[in-house]
């Protein structure tokens, strides 16, 4: 996006005039003719910014692409570009004179370059791929004439040629031939080490931490547990059947100061204690830690199956001897865990648990020795893996440096001067390649200046009849890029092109275009379109098709889906301007900047910025006094409604084609139609003359009923877009 233009050396710009800014995404700049719009259009064309490029519309441009037809009146010709745009194009693709012999392009003298760096490059790639394949074989059959020891090096390697070779070229880059062992010795050390079959043994799992009884749960199991409604007054509190009964009578005990609530005789202490230690809950606290007991056994019962298990699956040959060791815990464990048991269900018995620490420590001691055993053969094996491993190397040294160390000579004597040769082509070709790509390159892009027009016109003939634009179509008349205007019924349109005709028929063709190169997302490269005062005698109707168009380009480059990201419009016609601006409902103006142009007595211009639109025309003072009106509630504002709406409405529909009074009103229905036909008689009496008179009594002097009939002849004539945006609704 360009964001600001030096114009301090342009034309009308005097020295140390600040520089044109902000150019925002949408720009307007308006100025009477004569102040420098066509120069500051020129000057953004020639900015110049990496991935961006400039479609200017402007004079010239209508000038360049159409010419008229010097052999028939009313024909013209349609060329997007200069005559030395085809003279370069024939000089890259070449061309055919009439009656001459083909003369070659250069595109097609580069591509034969191309072609001939290939064939030879594709000529040496099968000399180095020949000795690549000699020497793969020799390499192969070599390999199999080594002793079968040996051939313990080359697993991996036995059923693939190509990978045998490449391990080959790998040995040969990262080792030297010096210290190499001969084959005697190689095979006497094959002699001293064993089968590479044995395998690495897991260490055993050690036992898990087996937690013994506390004294204190030791001293609970060996002693009775009693209930305290044993005791001497426990007998009575069974035979009454009411140990409620007794206990309430605890609560009296108390305040008869040692004797009986009932009988009132004396009670010694040993009864009131009995009475007291009946009701504890000492009892059923000893029984529920004997449980935890069992539950504390049994997670030790669990511990040891689980590592039962891990035992079973060992490979070591200590394994079923720490196996025998661990079911003799076990079997205590068990024996354990029923003599608790056997608690519960008599607390009063005494029960003495066998200890299993004796046990614990010989089944830990048997893994101790086994592991250490592991760990010796494990650490022998990997000695051995690493010998192996080591002697694998030597032979694949001894194979690459001492068998076939005379093929791989022979095969880099084949492939030094061919690979000297392609290094030189490679260059070469990349070079000729680079060259070719160029010039297409460049073709295309003076083929997208010179493509035909026929695609084009033929989209532009849609967009008029779209736009309902009746007037003519463009018709191509024969295999060159000639057309003329045609009316509907296929007559010539006239004799030569009107000034009108020719600006219209020019911007068609350089928006479709620009939506063209906005949609293109395989080029490269940002577009800013710059539009230098398109409203060339145009009349209403084709002004109208102009105004379209433009708000489409705005909205394609405020959406942001394509290349355009930038737009600038220059005119010098308010009212164009007006239109210009406008942006439907629904559609996003983007980011907008504003500039008039203002040129001084003494012949140099100068600008002022605005964020918003300052042009405001006569016709925009009448909309603002209709506007007001609505918007007042002071009656007298509807005196001066009549001509401010006569004035509109010739205004407005003399350029939009035409007022016809009669099918306006008939288009109304007919509940409304009266306030219409009211209105039209209204602005037809008193907007050519002044109401003065003291006594002037118009139909109505509710203006609000006349503006809601102002709004029906614009909805009823198809215009109520323009009337919403003229009221700002």
């Known amino acids: 996006m360009i964001a600001a233009l030096s114009i301090d050396h342009l034309p009308c710009f005097g020295t140390g005039t600040p520089p044109l800014q902000p150019l925002k995404q949408v720009t307007f700049l308006y100025g009477p003719n004569g102040s420098g719009k066509s120069s ?83 000529k040496q790639e099968k000399l180095v791929s020949e000795a690549a394949s000699r020497l793969t074989d020799a390499c192969w059959e070599k390999r199999k004439t080594l002793p079968q020891p040996m051939q313990q090096a080359f697993k991996g390697f036995l059923g693939d040629s190509g990978k045998n070779v490449a391990e080959v070229h790998r040995v040969r880059a990262f080792t030297t031939p010096e210290g190499l062992k001969t084959s005697k010795e190689l095979l006497a050390t094959y002699a001293t080490l064993e089968s590479e079959d044995a395998k690495e043994l897991p260490r055993i799992q050690e036992l898990p931490k087996l937690n013994e009884l506390s004294a204190e749960q030791i001293n609970l199991l060996t002693q009775p547990i009693k209930s305290k409604d044993e005791t001497s007054f426990g007998d009575f509190a069974r035979q009454v059947g009411n140990s409620d009964w007794v206990r309430q009578g605890l609560h009296y005990l108390e305040a008869s100061r040692n004797k009986c609530p009932f009988c009132q005789q004396s009670i010694d202490a040993g009864i009131e204690a009995s009475l007291v230690s009946l009701f504890d809950h000492f009892y059923e606290d000893q029984v529920s830690a004997v449980r935890e007991i069992l539950t504390s056994e049994e997670d030790v019962s669990a511990e040891i199956d689980e590592f039962l298990t891990t035992i079973r699956a060992t490979a070591a040959e200590e394994g079923p001897g720490i196996l025998k060791a661990a079911e003799s815990l076990m079997r205590q464990i068990a024996l354990r865990i029923e003599q608790v048991k056997s608690k519960i269900e008599a607390p009063s018995s005494r029960v003495d648990l066998q200890g299993f620490g004796t046990l614990q420590a010989e089944v830990n001691k048997l893994i101790s020795v086994a592991n250490e055993r592991i760990d010796a053969s494990n650490q022998l094996l990997r000695n051995k893996k690493r010998a192996l491993q080591s002697l694998k190397a030597e032979v694949w040294q001894y194979y690459v440096h001492s068998v076939v160390d005379n093929d791989l000579a022979e095969h880099d004597g084949a492939i030094n001067a061919p690979n000297k040769a392609l290094a030189s082509l490679g260059t070469k070709l ?300």
Request: net charge negative; aromatic share 8%; glycine share 6%.
């Open 40 to 122: 500051i259009a020129k000057g953004l064309r020639a900015v110049q910014e990496q991935g961006l490029t400039q479609e200017l519309f402007d004079k010239n441009f209508v000038d360049l692409l159409l010419l008229p037809d010097q052999r028939m009146p009313g024909v013209f010709v349609i060329r997007d570009g200069d005559p030395d745009v085809q003279q370069r194009i024939d000089e890259l693709a070449g061309k055919q004179p009439e009656g001459g012999r083909r003369q070659i392009g250069e595109i097609e003298e580069a591509a034969n370059v191309v072609n001939g760096l290939e064939k030879s490059i594709k």
């Open 430 to 729: 990349s070079d000729a390649r680079n060259k070719l790509t160029q010039k297409r390159n460049e073709l295309s892009g003076l083929q997208l200046r010179l493509t035909s027009a026929v695609p084009t016109v033929e989209a532009i003939n849609r967009t008029l009849q779209n736009l309902g634009f009746l007037s003519f179509s463009i018709q191509h008349i024969d295999n060159d890029d000639t057309y003329q205007l045609v009316r509907p019924d296929g007559t010539p349109a006239s004799q030569t092109l009107s000034e009108g005709e020719r600006t219209l028929i020019s911007f068609l063709y350089y928006f479709h275009k620009l939506m063209r190169i906005h949609e293109d997302q395989s080029a490269p490269g940002r577009v800013v379109a710059v539009i230098d005062d398109p409203v060339s005698s145009l009349d209403g109707e084709m002004l109208f098709v102009i105004n379209l168009l433009l708000r489409k380009i705005f909205e394609s480059c405020v959406e942001g889906t394509g290349r355009l990201e930038q737009v600038v419009l220059l005119t010098h016609n308010a009212y164009f301007f007006k239109e210009s601006e406008f942006t439907p409902k629904g559609v996003s103006p983007g980011d907008r900047s504003f500039f008039v142009l203002t040129k001084g007595a003494d012949g140099r211009t100068t600008y002022k910025h605005y964020e918003k639109s300052p042009i405001k025309s006569n016709y925009t003072q009448l909309w603002d006094q209709v506007r007001a009106a609505s918007k007042s509630e002071n009656p007298e504002m509807s005196a001066w409604l009549p001509n401010a709406m006569r004035r509109i409405i010739e205004n407005y529909f003399q350029i939009a084609g035409g007022f016809d009074t009669d099918k306006v009103i008939a288009k109304i229905p007919e509940s409304d139609r009266w306030a219409c036909q009211a209105l039209l008689s209204w602005y037809n009496d008193g907007s050519h003359t002044a109401p003065w008179d003291i006594d002037y009594s118009s139909i109505s002097s509710d203006a609000t009923t006349h503006i809601r009939a102002f709004q029906q002849v614009f909805e009823a004539s198809g215009h109520a877009a323009h009337y919403e945006m003229m009221m700002e609704e």
